[in-house]
Structures are given as structure tokens and as C-alpha cells.
């Protein structure tokens, strides 16, 4: 399934869901900020939001500093 990422076009497994998206890109327990088409996909729906082929997706993890 082909989907933009952050600006950039790629290919993931068919019938992921966005918790899975974070698992594979190592953000799991990390702070991140989710956007798909355009809308945010609350941290209590990432594990019941299926990607669909074409969906633009944004994601923005937190950094801390001092």
C-alpha cells in the first residue's frame, strides 16, 4: 500500500493501523503528534485506525531540551 509519509511517498504493509505505522518506525513510547488527511488521529485511536492506500500522513515527535 502506497502512502506520502511526512512529504515523502512510501510503501507499507496492507492493513496497518497507525500504532503499527509507529511500532515499524521505532516510535513506540515516544511523545508523537499525528495527523492523517489532515485531521489528528487521537493517541486513543492509533490502535484502531487502519491506513488506507493514498492517505497522507504527518508525524511529529516531541524533543525535550533545557
Known sequence: MNI??????????AASSVAD????LG??????AIERNGEIV?????QHTLI???DRLE???AVGGG
Do not use: F, M, W
Not at 506520502?4 to 504493509?13: C, H, K, Q
Not at 516510535?27 to 508523537?32: E, N
Not at 487521537?42 to 492509533?46: D, E, I, K, L, T
Open 4 to 13: 506520502v509519509l511526512n512529504g515523502e511517498p512510501r510503501t507499507i504493509e
Open 21 to 24: 505505522l509507529i511500532q515499524a
Open 27 to 32: 516510535y513506540a513510547g515516544k511523545r508523537v
Open 42 to 46: 487521537p493517541r486513543s485511536a492509533h
Open 52 to 54: 488506507a492506500d493514498g
Open 59 to 61: 508525524i511529529v515527535v
